[in-house]
Structure formats: C-alpha cells, structure tokens
C-alpha cells in the first residue's frame, strides 16, 4: 500500500516561513491535499490539488509537489498557525485514501 | 453552510456493534461521495471508508473490511457506519466527511466527530 512520510515535528519563528513536507513514490503524479488540525478541533482542508487554496484560507498558505516530495508553506508564520498538517493523496491502485503521519507545527 | 453532525458514539465492548450516523445539511447531500476517517487518541487521521454519490460502490481501509459497512439515505441526507466486532484498536473519534466540492478524492468539509471506545 502506498505510504506518505511526513517530518513529526517543525518548529519556526513568528515572521518566518516554515515548510512542511510529504514523502511519497512519485508523489508528483499524484494530487496532494494538506489539512489543518488544532487540538480538540475537527480537521480543516488548507490545500488540495497540490496548490489550490479554498476559500477562506489566507495566502500566506501554499502548496508544491514534484518527484518524491509534495511540501506545505507556510509564509509569514502567526502563533494561531501552530496546529497538526497532514497530507493525503488517494491510492487509486487500492481505491484508498491515504494520509500522513501528520506533523506537529510549532512556532516559537 | 455545510454541515456535518455525528451521532451514535458511545462505550462498548469487544465483539460489539455500533451504528453511527452523520446528519447532512447545507449542501445537496445526493451530489456527493463522502467518506468516514478516524483518529485514535493522540495519534494520526485514517481513512476508514467512502461511498460514492447514489450509494452504489464503496470502498474499505483492511483494517475494517468485513467488519464496518458504510452507507447511505440520500433522501434523509444521512451517512451511517455499521460497525461489527469491535476490537480495542477500533477506539477512536469518528469523523463523517463530505468529499470537496472540486474532486471526490478529498475531504471538503469535515464533521465534529463523535467517539467509540471499546472496552471491556
């Protein structure tokens, strides 16, 4: 089964930009959503189809994905960002959603 | 405004049954596929299931084929999961999950979840 790999923990400064990143087998062939999640909080899509924003999340928020790495930036970091991000793609070969281990964002 | 609520979450034990239900509103419920994710205490998102729009194909995590059983009643706008012989591993907040406006493979809007624990 297809397996995304995501860093456990980044940490940034207020003001700077952190990066999130998401492993995966020619993750570039595949699309890439990214969810935001704070403690006791539902999930929030933040990014899908790689680097489309819905409406609502500010643009300071943006996606890549190529070759092996899919990545989540975040610009100009703000204390209310510190949250858990998990990517997902879907594994068309199982028909199966797939997600990252998620990676905790703190911000210093 | 989307809205997703959970219902039927509760305590039980090892071997048991539990249905939950996700009250759809806001959107037209019969349009879109949706999806159930869960998320164990203090760990990661996992996909468990989806159904596609008219309940016709659906689609199961390993961990739970044969055991849970999704579906749907697009004129209640309710998404169910049966969930048979539970097992410990199983404790976890369920989340109902609209799929996004501009694809089936993700999750659009997310519902507040409700939690299964099974214990003895």
């Known amino acids: 089964s297809y397996v995304l790999t995501q860093p456990p923990s980044v940490s940034v400064a207020p003001g700077k930009t952190a990066r999130i990143t998401c492993g995966g087998n020619?993750?570039?062939?595949?699309?890439v959503h990214w969810y935001q999640q704070k403690p006791g909080q539902a999930p929030v899509l933040v990014i899908y189809?790689?680097?489309d924003r819905p409406s609502g999340i500010p643009e300071r928020f943006s996606g890549s994905n190529s070759g092996n790495t899919a990545t989540l930036t975040i610009s100009r970091v703000e204390a209310g960002d510190e949250a858990d991000y998990y990517c997902?793609?879907?594994?068309?070969?199982?028909?199966?959603?797939?997600f990252g281990g998620g990676t905790q964002l703190t911000v210093l | 405004e989307v809205q997703l609520v959970e219902s039927g979450g509760g305590l039980v034990q090892p071997g048991g049954s539990l249905r939950l239900s996700c009250a759809a509103s806001?959107?037209?419920?019969?349009?879109?596929?949706m999806h159930w994710v869960r998320q164990a205490p203090g760990k990661g998102l996992v996909w468990v299931s989806r159904?596609?729009?008219?309940?016709?194909?659906?689609s199961y995590a390993d961990s739970v084929k044969g055991r849970f059983t999704i579906s749907r009643d697009n004129a209640k706008n309710t998404l169910y999961l049966q969930m048979n012989s539970l097992r410990a591993e199983d404790t976890a907040v369920y989340y109902c999950?609209?799929?996004?406006?501009?694809?089936?493979?993700?999750?659009?809007?997310w519902g507040q979840g409700t939690l299964v624990t099974v214990s003895s």
């Open positions: 999950a609209r799929a996004g406006a501009g694809g089936s493979y993700y999750v659009g809007y």
């Open positions: 806001g959107f037209t419920f019969s349009s879109y596929w």
């Open positions: 159904i596609n729009s008219d309940g016709s194909s659906t």
């Open positions: 020619n993750i570039g062939s595949k699309s």
């Open positions: 189809y790689d680097s």
């Open positions: 997902q793609v879907w594994d068309s070969s199982s028909d199966h959603a797939v």
